[in-house]
């Protein structure tokens, strides 16, 4: 089985990344052959990104996935842009890719109101992704849930090139596990993310007195009746506090909540200390690999395997199109 999964280089690794995808990566190289890419194409959509930033943001990822777990000896590990294939496949991939499909994109009707200035990378990109997936022939592909539509969309993508030019994509399926979608403690109605600002999301590597104040800060509700149905603010608290912390733990302020005897300074508390204790040996190794990692070298010997198999897929793609 082979897995293929991009990740954006946004300058901070958040638990949303973290809970919803990395550590399900770490996860998947006991099972799979894995290829974990940092998308920096992607990330050109975003006006806001400057050449500084980007250059700091996609270094500071890669120490943040090893620091994690995510291993460059088991896994292939590369930048986007490393590999030109992504590139060439996505021109082709764009000539079976319905104009309709990608108007339909929820993502890009949501982030297209957030730009004053609409590129055409933002419609465009499912099929940069389609490219950057179908192009290493993937099997699975890890997605959070608001990229099922995407991956989706892939999955027709491949089926129209092959209907046209012969079997050769398999249409990829994902893989999504717990933790999948983590809200913002700020306002549990939208998905933890960097692009709503600093008060939407908990770095992996932040200070532990602002990850501290966040949790705090959390949204909840007014005030409690035995039995009352959560609020989506407790919820998320619950949800997060699952991922982290022991069944016997959760269990108690689970019941503390249905009699209407939970005090949320004591579950904030709690999932704090068990989020701290997580996070403990990332935060180390992450300081270590700062100063023991050639990131140039890493990058160019991951690009060099992942292009061991783009190369004959993409040459077989020029075949079948007539370009070769």
């Known amino acids: 089985m082979r897995v293929f999964s ?16 990395v550590r399900r990566w ?32 996609w270094r500071g990822l890669i120490l943040d996935l090893m620091a994690c777990g995510i291993d460059p000896e088991r896994s292939i590990v590369f930048r986007q842009s490393d590999v030109p294939e992504h590139t060439e496949l996505c021109w082709i991939l764009g000539c079976v890719t319905s104009f309709g499909d990608l108007a339909r994109m929820t993502q890009f009707k949501e ?21 950057d997936i179908l192009l290493y022939l993937a099997d699975r592909v890890p997605v959070g849930e608001d990229q099922v539509q995407h991956l989706e969309l892939s999955r027709r993508i491949a089926r129209r090139f092959n ?4 079997e050769l994509f398999p249409e990829p399926e994902a893989v999504v596990g717990q933790g ?22 908990i770095g992996v590597n932040e200070p532990e007195e602002d990850i501290l104040r966040k ?16 609020s989506p603010g407790v919820a998320n608290l619950f949800s997060i506090l699952e991922l982290v912390a022991p069944p016997d733990i959760v269990s108690q ?16 508390q709690a999932l704090f200390q068990q989020l701290m ?47 070769a």
């Open 163 to 166: 209907s046209r030019f012969g």
């Open 180 to 201: 999948a979608r983590v809200m913002s403690f700020a306002d549990p109605s939208r998905k933890m993310s960097k692009s709503a600002g600093p008060e939407h999301y």
């Open 253 to 268: 302020f689970r019941e503390q909540h249905s009699e209407g005897g939970l005090l949320y300074r004591d579950l904030k």
């Open 26 to 57: 770490v996860e998947l190289q006991e099972q799979a052959q894995c290829l974990y890419c940092v998308v920096d194409y992607h990330a050109l959509t975003n006006e806001a990104t400057g050449p500084d930033e980007l250059r700091d943001a």
């Open 277 to 323: 204790e997580e996070l403990a040996p990332v935060r180390r190794r992450r300081a270590e690999l700062e100063s023991s990692v050639d990131l140039d070298e890493l990058m160019m010997a991951g690009a060099h395997r992942a292009r061991e198999i783009a190369e004959p897929v993409l040459a077989e793609v020029r075949t079948r199109v007539g370009l």
């Open 6 to 21: 991009g990740i954006q280089p946004t300058g901070v690794l958040h638990l949303g990344n973290y809970f919803g995808a």
């Open 215 to 230: 949790v705090k800060a959390g949204v909840t509700d007014p005030g409690l009746t035995p039995g009352q149905e959560m």
């Open 111 to 131: 982030k297209s109101k957030e730009q004053v200035f609409i590129n055409a990378s933002l419609f465009y990109y499912p099929v940069l992704q389609a490219a």
